[in-house]
Structure formats: C-alpha cells, structure tokens
C-alpha cells in the first residue's frame, strides 16, 4: 500500500465500522498507520506555547501492540518527532488512545464528544533536579494542551484558517471566506475531493496557503492544487501539488481522469477571462454531481489586459459572460420547452448559479425540474380562472 493510499483508507475508516479499521491496520501494519496520523495530529496542533522544552509521547494501540512517537514541543520551533531510542529523550507525560478511537477523532465527524477515550500519564518519573519543576509543571501541563489540540476535528471557522495559513481569502482585497463557509458547510464532513487552480506564492515563496486552509477544514478532504510552477515540494499527506497549465484542456482532462472526479474545483489562478473557460469547459464534466465548481476573480471579466470587456457590460467570451450563460442553462425549460430539442451538457447539470461581489458558485446536478407546460396558453389560463397578461395590464391602466 503507498502511504497515499493509507491516509485515504484511514479517512474514510473514520466513519467505518471497526472491522474495516482492524483490516486496514492487517494490511498496512500498525507502524505504518501510526506515522501517518502521526502527521495529521503535527498537521493540526497548534503552536506549542511551553517555554521550557519538554517531551511528549503519543502511544496508539492495537490488539496487543503499541507504537510510541515521542515529540519535543517548544514555543517558536517546530514540534520534533524524535528518533526512536533517541538518548535525549526525558518523556514528561504519555498520551495513550487505541487506534480505533485516534482514527475517530481525526476523521470522525465533527463535534462528536470526546471523552475518556485516552490514558493520560503526567510526569511518570520525577524529574532529577526539583529546583526546575515549576518549569516542568507548567511546560508539561502546556505541552499536553497542544498535543491534544491535534488529536481533535474541531471546526475552526474559514477566517481565522485563511488569516493562520496566510491565505488572502479573507481580510485582504478579498471577502470570499463567508461565502466558502456558506456552500462548503454541507461538505465538511465527508471526505471530498478537492481541486484548486493556483497555488500562489511569490518571491521564492512556495505558496500553497490556501490549499493548507482547505486541509485543515476539510478534516477529511483530499486536496489537490493546480500551477504553472513546480511546487511539489509542498506534497504532504491529504495535499497533493501538481503542474500544469490551466489554458491546456486536454491537460485538464488527463489529470481529472487520474485525481478526480472532484467534489469541489476552484478556479483561482491566472484569472485570464479565456483561461475560466477552457478551465470550465475541461474540469466541470468532473465535478460529481452534487458538487460546486467556484470562480474567483470576476472582476478581470471588466479588464481589457485579461481579455475582459471595457465598460460596464460584459461580453459572452468573460468569465461573467460565461455565468450569464449559465443563468440562461438553469432555465433553458423556459425557452426550450420542446423535449427532443437536445440539451447541452450545462444546461442538463448547472442547477443553481450563486454570484457574489467577484466570486461564482456553479452546482452541479440534475437540472430536469419541469416547466409550465408550452401548451398553457391564454385560453387555458382563463380555464383556470387567471387573467392574461394582456387583461392584466388593461386593469393596471385604468386605474
Ligand atoms: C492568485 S495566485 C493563487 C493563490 C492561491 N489560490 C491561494 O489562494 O493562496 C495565482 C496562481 O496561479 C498560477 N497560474 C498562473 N497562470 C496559470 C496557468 N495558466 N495555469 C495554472 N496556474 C497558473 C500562478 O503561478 C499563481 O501561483
């Protein structure tokens, strides 16, 4: 099994019953199952707050086995993972969960109770020099804190994610987070498949804040970012970063095929007006139906250096232009009411088309609620006791 694979059997073990979480530690060893929820615990915990340095073990258990990973924690560092047998190691305090009950808390669903699924022990031996145990107290007591807020699928808000990561989604010259959590609420839960085009990252910078953003909120999401650029050294568990460029279709496709299909695809990379369309033209037949395919950036539709439209209307070859037909798909019954006139592929799957100040959300489904029939004429209407528009208006006048 490649660790890739575990780490998407280990999600969607989360709400499996246990025999599906006793097969997978069979098949992949509980060594191999432990380093990689080790790594969404490291992914997840906050920044360790505790002055004095202090080791930490979190020990996951199974049957009659036990993997222990010893972590040193301190304020402004990294989290460590210590060697096995690392001589330096003084362990302040053991954490001890199944792994049936790690697997639970990591990719269960969110907010369910966590208590007395763990053994906790604090300062198993009592440290050499008692003039340093205020210290040890305090960081052993800090240390645990931060160990803990990894084991947890808490629901931090998109916000807060947006401005952790450095993501400019939120609180920049972009409010987009409040709509993400809108449409993306029902999503959390489930282990989605993620798609964003642009990565970002300037001056060296590797980039990639959103994509963590989405890690973090989607606890069970499998996320893959888009760019020109090589930026796979931000390959992680749950993140994959692949090149390409997003005005080549037939590129598109082939990664699709081989990562998708997705439940979200996020369109936010060169915003060049010709570009949002192939993008959607390739990537919308993989967005699974009940699934969102979003477009950020609108505002290049009004910028002619994008290929957008000078002025204040926008014209059909921009990417408003683009949501503009997608208004006229959602209705096409109203215009097409024949049934054998053939329907394109939007027109039978755009179910609802949400714009927001330079951000679009396209839902995907089946768009087949019908219509008042094409034979409800004025002489029906009237069989029914309405007035005809025509009467209508007639009474509006003479008043
Ligand atoms: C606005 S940044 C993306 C920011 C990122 N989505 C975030 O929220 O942090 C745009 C990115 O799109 C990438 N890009 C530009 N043209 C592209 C293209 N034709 N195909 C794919 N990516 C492209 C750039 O390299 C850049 O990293």
């Known amino acids: 099994m490649t660790p890739d694979s575990i780490v998407e059997r280990l999600v969607l073990?989360?709400?499996?019953?246990?025999?599906?979480?006793?097969?997978?530690?069979?098949?992949?060893?509980?060594?191999?199952?432990?380093?990689?929820l080790v790594d969404e615990v490291l992914f997840r915990c906050e920044q360790p707050v505790n002055t004095t340095p202090v080791d930490i073990a979190l020990e996951v258990t199974h049957e009659q086995e036990l993997r222990r990973t010893v972590l040193r924690m301190a304020a402004g560092e990294p989290i460590r993972v210590l060697d096995a047998g690392d001589p330096t190691a003084v362990v302040r305090r053991r954490f001890r969960f199944s792994l049936t009950d790690l697997v639970r808390r990591l990719y269960g669903p969110l907010q369910q109770p966590h208590s007395r699924d763990f053994t906790d022990v604090f300062?198993?031996?009592?440290?050499?020099?008692?003039?340093?145990?205020?210290?040890?107290?305090?960081?052993?007591?800090?240390?645990?804190?931060?160990?803990?807020?990894?084991?947890t699928s808490d629901a931090p808000g998109l916000g807060a994610l947006s401005v952790a990561y450095g993501s400019d989604k939120w609180?920049?010259?972009?409010?987009y987070t409040q709509h993400y959590e809108h449409h993306f609420a029902r999503y959390r839960d489930r282990?989605?498949?993620?798609?964003?085009?642009?990565?970002g990252g300037?001056?060296?910078?590797?980039?990639?804040?959103?994509?963590?953003?989405?890690?973090?909120?989607?606890?069970r999401g499998l996320v893959f970012g888009l760019d020109l650029f090589d930026k796979s050294a931000?390959?992680?568990?749950?993140?994959?970063?692949?090149?390409?460029?997003?005005?080549?279709?037939?590129?598109?496709?082939?990664?699709?095929?081989?990562?998708?299909?997705?439940?979200?695809?996020?369109?936010?990379?060169s915003h060049e007006n010709e570009h949002v369309r192939i993008s959607f033209d390739a990537l919308f037949p993989y967005v699974r139906p009940g699934g969102l395919y979003v477009i950020e950036?609108?505002?290049t539709a009004y910028w002619p250096r994008f290929g957008g439209t000078a002025g204040a209307e926008t014209a059909p070859d921009t990417s408003v232009g683009l949501i503009k037909r997608l208004l006229d798909d959602l209705h096409h019954a109203e215009y097409e009411p024949k049934p054998d006139t053939p329907r394109t592929a939007t027109q039978e799957q755009v179910i609802g088309v949400h714009?927001?100040?330079?951000?679009?959300?396209?839902?995907?489904?089946?768009?087949?609620?019908?219509?008042?029939?094409?034979?409800?004429?004025?002489?029906?209407?009237k069989a029914l006791g309405a007035i005809t528009p025509e009467e209508g208006r007639e009474l509006g006048a003479s008043r």
């Open 13 to 36: 073990c989360g709400t499996a019953p246990d025999y599906e979480i006793a097969l997978l530690a069979k098949e992949a060893g509980l060594q191999r199952l432990t380093g990689a």
């Open 123 to 151: 300062l198993p031996e009592r440290p050499a020099d008692l003039t340093e145990l205020p210290q040890i107290l305090q960081a052993t007591h800090q240390a645990g804190g931060t160990l803990l807020s990894g084991c």
């Open 171 to 175: 609180a920049s010259f972009h409010w």
């Open 191 to 199: 282990p989605v498949r993620i798609l964003e085009i642009g990565i």
């Open 202 to 219: 300037y001056a060296g910078d590797l980039g990639g804040p959103s994509l963590k953003m989405w890690k973090r909120y989607f606890h």
């Open 234 to 269: 931000l390959n992680q568990p749950r993140l994959t970063a692949l090149t390409g460029d997003q005005g080549d279709a037939a590129g598109l496709r082939e990664l699709a095929e081989r990562y998708g299909p997705f439940d979200i695809v996020i369109d936010d990379g």
């Open 297 to 299: 950036d609108l505002q």
């Open 355 to 381: 714009t927001y100040h330079n951000i679009a959300f396209i839902e995907k489904g089946v768009n087949g609620e019908s219509s008042i029939p094409a034979w409800m004429d004025d002489e029906a209407w």
